[in-house]
C-alpha cells in the first residue's frame, strides 16, 4: 500500500499533552483552496438550549479538517448540520448559513436524503447492519437504485477502504466476526460505496486499538486524495498526525454559570493551532491545561 504522509511530530504518545516540535505537512494558502463547505453563524439549539454559537469557518476540499476541544463543546453538533443529520433530532434546530460548493444545503429545494449521500458519515462506534460483509457494503447502492455492477461497486469500495485483501475470501460472512478495526473500515467501505464527496467521522478510532486506530488514520490520509474529510476527534495527538486545518471550540459560560454553549474561539492550519495558536485558550487546552 502507498505509504500516505502524516504529520510525524507527535506520533508516540496518545496520552501526552506536550507541545509538538516535529515537522509537519507543509501548509498550504487558504486561497489556493478550493472551499468544500462555507458555514456562516452556524447555531444549533435543542429545545431552547443553545448547543453551539455563531460558528463561521471554511472547510476545504481534499482536506482533513479536525474538529477538537472538550466535551460538550458542541463538536458532534456541527458536525452533523453538515449532512443535516440534526434534521433527525427533533428538538434540533439550525441557524445560520451552511453552503456546499455554494449550495445552501438547508434550502428548500434541497433533499436531506441526496445531502446524506453526498455527505456520508462515520460513526464513533462501528456499526455494521447484521448482515454479511458484501451485503453490507451493496446497500446503499441497491437502496439508491445506483447503476453499474453491483460486485464491482462493492469490491472498489473495499479496496479503497483498506480491507479487500482481508475479505475477499470471505464476503458471505456476517460482518458481526469482523474485528472492531475491521468493521469500522467495513462502515468506511459503506460510506465510500454511494460515491459521497465528504466524509464526516464522528471519534472513528475511539472504540479501536491503537493498531486499528493508525490503520484508519493511514486510510484518511489515502482517502482525501479524493475525497474532503472531516473529523471530530477528542485525541489531539490524532489531530496533529492527520489533520490540514484544526478548528477549536470551546464552551462559553454565562456569568450566572445558568446557560452554556460552545464556540469556535480558533480555526487555522493545524501545524499553527498546534504550535503557535492566537488564542492563549487555545494554547491552554493543547498544552492540557483546560480539559
Ligand atoms: N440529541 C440531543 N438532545 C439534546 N441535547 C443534546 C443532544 N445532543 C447533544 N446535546 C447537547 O448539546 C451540547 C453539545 O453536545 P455535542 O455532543 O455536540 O458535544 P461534543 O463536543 O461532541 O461532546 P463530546 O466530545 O462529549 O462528544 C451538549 O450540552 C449536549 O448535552
Redesign the pocket.
Known amino acids: 500500500m502507498r505509504q500516505a504522509k502524516r504529520n510525524t511530530a507527535i506520533d508516540a504518545d496518545d496520552h501526552g499533552l506536550s507541545l509538538p516540535t516535529g515537522e509537519f505537512a507543509q501548509p498550504e494558502y487558504h486561497e489556493q483552496r478550493e472551499r468544500a463547505f462555507e458555514l456562516r453563524n452556524v447555531s444549533v439549539h ?2 431552547d ?1 443553545p ?2 454559537k455563531d460558528v463561521t469557518m471554511d472547510i476545504f476540499r481534499n482536506n482533513i479538517t479536525a474538529l477538537i ?12 448540520c453538515m449532512n443535516r443529520m440534526n434534521d433527525l ?1 427533533p ?2 434546530t439550525v441557524e445560520g448559513t451552511l453552503r456546499y460548493h455554494g449550495e445552501d444545503i438547508y434550502g428548500p429545494k434541497v433533499d436531506p436524503v441526496q445531502v446524506r449521500k453526498i455527505i456520508g458519515m462515520v460513526f464513533q462506534k462501528p456499526n455494521p447492519f447484521p448482515k454479511s460483509i458484501y451485503d453490507n457494503v451493496a446497500f446503499g447502492p441497491r437502496t439508491l437504485g445506483m447503476k453499474g455492477n453491483e460486485r464491482e461497486i462493492v469490491k472498489d469500495a473495499l479496496v479503497r477502504a483498506g480491507l479487500w485483501d482481508e475479505v475477499k475470501d470471505r464476503l458471505d460472512d456476517n460482518a458481526y466476526g469482523m474485528s472492531g478495526g475491521q468493521q469500522q473500515r467495513l462502515c468506511i467501505a459503506r460510506c465510500i460505496a454511494v460515491e459521497p464527496d465528504v466524509i464526516l467521522m ?2 472513528p478510532c475511539s472504540a479501536l486499538d491503537p493498531i486499528s486506530t493508525a490503520r484508519i488514520e493511514d486510510l484518511m490520509l489515502e482517502l482525501k486524495e479524493r475525497y474532503s474529510i472531516v473529523i ?1 476527534t ?1 485525541n489531539m495527538q490524532q489531530a496533529a498526525r492527520v489533520s490540514d486545518m484544526t478548528g477549536f ?1 470551546m464552551v462559553q459560560l454565562t456569568e450566572d454559570e445558568k446557560s ?1 454553549w ?1 464556540e469556535l474561539v480558533e480555526y487555522d492550519e493545524t501545524a499553527k493551532i498546534f504550535t503557535n495558536p492566537a488564542d492563549a485558550r487555545t494554547e491552554d487546552y493543547i498544552a492540557g491545561k483546560v480539559g
Open positions: 435543542y429545545g438550549t448547543a453551539v476541544g472538550p466535551s460538550g463543546c458542541g463538536k458532534s453538533t456541527l458536525l452533523r433530532i428538538s434540533a464522528d471519534e471530530v477528542h471550540l452554556r460552545g
